[in-house]
């Protein structure tokens, strides 16, 4: 039951469409752009079979106008049928967020490894550390924003069941939040694993945060290559990691990793939320198709302050972050350099997109240490 | 326009657990079914004792009383708004407190939560407002500012007085779980009632969404404005949805009467002044008040209130009076001396610094006001606040002299 309001009840069919319907006027974010009245009329009696209602959708993107230049997306799902009840909001949300991605598109899944060409050898002297991360959603549950703490639990139950089936060179262990000794936390702390209570509003207001931090956890392997949070932002994510440029290494433990554990879900009755036309269903529309980012830790200092760098990255279709991740800055020339897309490629693209663009930008890092030209290096928009 | 509170909703609790092995075919099912009845959500259900929150680490007067057995009781049902047991204690499962201040760790979504969830209620508000037992006591509410006396401070001492409550618009559900068109509603009663204010009350509002840079920029410097709430106490509640969307500020053209439109209230009315004139504010307050239930009733409109729980408000800390009397006044030598905190208690005050609730004090300028909100009368609390300041005045005043002070027997709870 949704935390917020009377959303889940019929009260507000008491009060006219035009006097629910939300002040827009001041947000720019892809909720927003798409809401219109009359929209916003023909949704407001539905409700997902959970009870997740088109107000809950949208109150995160209510809540939190956006930013002028940073276009978020303004809307979550509440369960797996959002996606389709509220497929007059979310269709143009995806179409405007993945690159005109049609209702009628279908979306290709590749886990593969075997698929990727090259990746083993991204220059380790710049590439610092590579990584692969997704999501995946328990089918039968509500997502974040509206599961109970009953769900939660079930769903980390599940999850530790088939977590702790994992052999090889995935064995592992789970943390739990609420139970962590300091010295485990410190440890965890000390890897980098561990996450923290969201702060962020747009998290926040769409109540992902809730009973924090109840039914959340976090779980490694004896390597710390593996690595699975459960129920933060989404049922789970699960990141891939090591130090260095074997992109490839790490692309192929994720893919054996997912593959194990989706076949230990199964085992247990369950499986992953996954349609043929969005790929795997993640909380935020942002995340569908693969919800893959892969990225690299890499040393630019001088292609990013060449004044085509934005262009380039966009030729590539990457995108660059700070190196604390999504809203941080750059430290010592050092970028997290990862795939824009996440719907309407597979994974083995996007990871392909990753390797070749990375190895181009560090050809091109090179050429200017040494005090040469990179255009002819210039890259076609892929 | 009250609601029949004793209309207790039992959502149905759907008992089919959806089993999802194989699921593609069953996803196809969901995906194709009509989706718009909210008499039957179709959702996985589990029992009570495993939804009960982990309150192990919790220090807030909604994990102390909230025991398995009352959560079974009453987790299943819903105010006639729908508002539930887990909305009401989101914000104390949230929040788990702090070791030393206990927080009340829920909230009302609407008048009839008060009703529904008194199995627990009750029990927490007995706990925070000193034994006031709602099932066997009464809450006397007194309006006439005639009765105080010797309301006037020295104003060596006091630079400021001021007396605050809020009001609820009954029929109307409450900031957790109103609707964008309720809060709106709710913005339209009180401007329309304020707009009839006259004489030394004549004022305008200023809406959230709509003010000036001006305008905001002046009601920063009166202290007036107030901002998005960043306290997750009441950000896990859900008061600051649809920000700034009908929220506002009224005040009169003197400064001297203030009302917070939609913030962590429906209203929040507030007299004050420079100096030590408590009896003229609290008149303010009194006559502002009545003014503006009298306008509101012209339309068919009124407070929330009953006999049991005086003014119903949002969190139940504030149920009663709602009242907090107080002033900033200078006790540089009284603070300092360790009797200080117990001469408060015994007068039953509590102390602030001066930028109100979890700020410290500066220059030995405190906040006092009082401490207890139900109970008794708004005279009452406003006598207390008026004999008690008067009392550390004089404490202050002895200490200056290198007179010895005494700390006063205990003030009698409920009168």
């Not at chain 2, 699921?23 to 969901?30: M, Q, R, W």
């Not at chain 2, 509603?185 to 709509?210: F, I, M, N, W």
């Not at chain 2, 005043?397 to 709870?413: A, C, H, M, N, T």
Request: with cysteine.
């Amino acid at each position: 039951i949704m935390p917020f309001g009377n959303t889940h009840n019929k009260l507000k069919m008491n009060y006219s469409s035009e006097q629910e319907y939300p002040d827009l006027s001041k947000h720019n974010n892809h909720m927003a752009k798409v809401l219109t009245p009359e929209m916003y009329a023909n949704l407001r009696d539905k409700e997902t079979p959970s009870g997740f209602t088109l107000d809950d959708v949208i109150q995160t993107g209510v809540d939190n106008p956006g930013h002028p230049f940073i276009m978020t997306v303004g809307c979550v799902a509440g369960d797996e049928e959002t996606y389709e009840v509220f497929k007059d909001l979310m269709d143009p949300v995806i179409e405007d967020r993945h690159g005109g991605y049609k209702p009628s598109d279908k979306h290709k899944t590749d886990l593969n490894a075997d698929n990727l060409q090259g990746g083993d050898d991204l220059d380790p002297n710049y590439v610092l550390s590579s990584r692969v991360r997704t999501g995946r959603s328990i089918r039968g549950f509500c997502l974040p924003p509206h599961c109970s703490r009953g769900e939660r639990r079930a769903i980390e139950n599940l999850s530790i069941e088939s977590l702790d089936s994992l052999d090889g060179d995935l064995k592992g262990k789970y943390y739990a939040l609420k139970n962590m000794t300091d010295e485990e936390q410190q440890q965890l702390i000390d890897d980098h694993f561990l996450f923290d209570k969201p702060v962020s509003p747009l998290l926040l207001a769409s109540g992902m945060a809730r009973d924090w931090p109840d039914g959340r956890g976090i779980w490694h392997n004896d390597n710390k290559t593996f690595l699975v949070w459960v129920n933060e932002e989404d049922h789970l994510r699960v990141i891939s990691m090591q130090k260095g440029g074997n992109m490839r290494e790490v692309f192929t433990r994720f893919c054996t990793g997912l593959t194990k554990i989706e076949s230990l879900f199964k085992d247990r009755g369950h499986e992953f939320m996954w349609n043929e036309h969005l790929g795997y269903v993640l909380t935020c529309p942002s995340n569908l198709g693969t919800g893959l980012r892969a990225g690299v830790h890499v040393k630019l200092p001088n292609v990013s302050k060449h004044e085509k760098f934005g262009e380039i990255l966009k030729k590539l279709r990457l995108q660059k972050r700070g190196t604390g991740g999504v809203d941080t800055a750059a430290v010592g020339g050092v970028f997290d350099i990862s795939n824009a897309d996440r719907l309407g490629f597979s994974e083995v693209e996007l990871v392909q997109m990753v390797v070749d663009g990375v190895n181009l930008l560090v050809d091109m890092e090179k050429r200017l240490e040494g005090g040469d030209s990179i255009d002819d290096l210039m890259p076609e928009q892929k | 326009m009250a609601s029949s509170f004793s209309r207790i909703l039992s959502s149905k609790r759907n008992i089919g657990i959806l089993s999802l092995v194989g699921g593609s075919a069953t996803v196809g099912f969901l995906l194709h079914r009509d989706h718009v009845s909210a008499g039957s959500p179709v959702r996985r259900r589990y029992p009570a004792s495993a939804e009960y929150p982990d309150l192990r680490k919790h220090n807030n007067c909604m994990a102390s009383n909230l025991t398995p057995a009352i959560y079974a009781k009453l987790c299943d049902k819903a105010t006639p708004n729908g508002y539930t047991l887990d909305q009401a204690i989101q914000t104390g499962v949230d929040n788990p407190g702090h070791p030393f201040i206990k927080t009340v760790g829920l909230v009302a979504g609407d008048e009839e939560s008060y009703e529904v969830f008194a199995e627990l209620l009750d029990p927490v508000i007995k706990e925070r407002h000193n034994g006031y037992d709602p099932r066997n006591m009464k809450h006397p509410t007194d309006l006439d500012a005639s009765k105080i006396q010797s309301g006037q401070f020295d104003e060596r001492y006091v630079l400021s007085s001021r007396v605050r409550t809020g009001r609820s618009i009954r029929g109307l559900s409450l900031p957790p779980a109103c609707t964008r068109a309720e809060r709106r509603e709710v913005e339209r009663v009180v401007v329309d009632a304020l707009a009839g204010l006259k004489g030394d009350l004549t004022g305008k509002y200023y809406s959230l969404t709509q003010m000036t840079e001006k305008e905001q920029q002046q009601l920063i410097d009166d202290h007036f404005l107030f901002d998005k709430p960043v306290s997750p106490l009441l950000t896990c509640a859900g008061m600051a949805r649809d920000w700034p969307d009908a929220r506002g500020i009224w005040h009169n053209n003197e400064k001297t009467f203030l009302i917070w439109v939609n913030e962590e209230d429906h209203t929040r009315v507030i007299s004050m002044e420079k100096g030590g004139n408590m009896k003229r504010v609290f008149e303010r307050f009194c006559r502002g008040l009545k003014e503006v239930e009298h306008l509101i009733q012209e339309k068919g409109w009124e407070f929330m209130w009953n006999e049991r729980l005086g003014y119903i408000l949002t969190c139940p800390s504030n149920l009663g009076t709602g009242l907090r009397a107080g002033v900033h006044v200078k006790l540089p030598l009284l603070s300092k001396d360790a009797r200080f905190s117990k001469i408060l208690d015994h007068l039953r005050l509590q102390k602030r610094g001066t930028g109100g609730v979890d700020t410290a004090a500066v220059g030995g300028v405190f906040d006092i006001s009082n401490l207890d909100r139900l109970g008794q009368s708004e005279v009452q609390l406003v006598q207390t606040v008026v004999d008690g300041v008067n009392y550390l005045i004089e404490c202050e005043k002895r200490l200056e002299r290198g007179q010895d002070i005494k700390v006063p027997p205990p003030l009698k709870q409920f009168k």
